[in-house]
């Protein structure tokens, strides 16, 4: 299967299992760029620029003339089976942000950032875009054994057992010192919620050899533990958000504010 097929596979998966983006799905516009924070800005008619070229991907939500909503996708990723992990990343982000709007700020976008709610729907998004992006693209990997993705799937497993998986542990060691130094905490507490999702999808590979869990489970301690429960108990749905970030304070004993 070429990479077009997979990404046409996986994204009409995803519309047929969301409500939310089947409702919207077209007015979802899929655009290659050079330079991702540069045309975000041209569509949020802003001068917000970030120096960060290497973004992946991310998506832009509706101005109110435009109405369309925009998957933007780093060009190096054309012919790169990661592809599908940044539109399902991006997709969920959408999802959730879609769902925020209408829920907490009469659909008005431009309140989202400002809502009490904000900050754990941030973390909490961020977690479950990671966690969708890798299910969807391991999903893919796996779905039709034949010598393409066998071979697409050794070079990821490749990638978790000699680089990924160490230096996630270690990133995710770092970060949890940062914090418990009052280093950064914003930024550490974000990084914690992208790990978490990822740790969360290896869990769910069902090869024999991976056991990503209980390994994570033994370099952490009992706090992050109740963490990584914590995170695989969201739900946009029904997540008492004020709740969730009582919880996340107290997991981390550390203030936010
Ligand atoms: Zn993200």
Request: aromatic share 14%; proline share 2%; net charge negative.
């Amino acid at each position: 299967m070429i990479i077009k097929e997979y990404i046409h596979k996986m994204v009409s998966e995803i519309y047929s299992n969301s409500i939310t983006l089947n409702d919207i799905k077209d007015r979802i516009i899929f655009e290659f760029c050079d330079d991702i924070a540069l045309r975000k800005s041209e569509l949020q008619n802003s001068n917000v620029t970030s120096d960060d070229r290497k973004i992946d991907g991310s998506m832009v939500i509706p101005l109110p003339f435009n109405g369309f909503y925009y998957i933007l996708i780093n060009q190096n990723l054309k012919n790169d089976i990661n592809i599908l992990e940044t539109i399902a990343h991006e997709l969920s982000h959408l999802e959730d942000y879609y769902i925020f709007s209408q829920k907490y700020c009469s659909g008005d976008y431009s309140l989202i950032t400002s809502n009490e709610r904000w900050l754990p729907f941030y973390f909490y998004s961020e977690y479950k875009a990671k966690k969708s992006g890798y299910n969807a693209l391991y999903n893919a990997l796996y779905s039709k054994p034949h010598n393409e993705n066998i071979k697409a799937y050794e070079i990821m497993l490749d990638e978790i057992y000699e680089n990924r998986y160490n230096d996630l542990i270690k990133n995710f060691e770092i970060a949890v010192k940062r914090i418990g130094n009052n280093e950064n905490v914003l930024s550490n507490l974000y990084d914690i919620f992208r790990y978490l999702g990822i740790f969360e999808s290896w869990t769910n590979l069902s090869v024999g050899k991976i056991k990503a869990y209980e390994a994570i489970c033994k370099v952490l301690n009992v706090e992050f533990i109740s963490l990584i429960d914590l995170s695989n108990n969201m739900n946009s749905d029904i997540v008492d958000l004020i709740l969730l970030k009582k919880q996340i304070y107290q997991v981390l004993n550390v203030s936010l504010e």
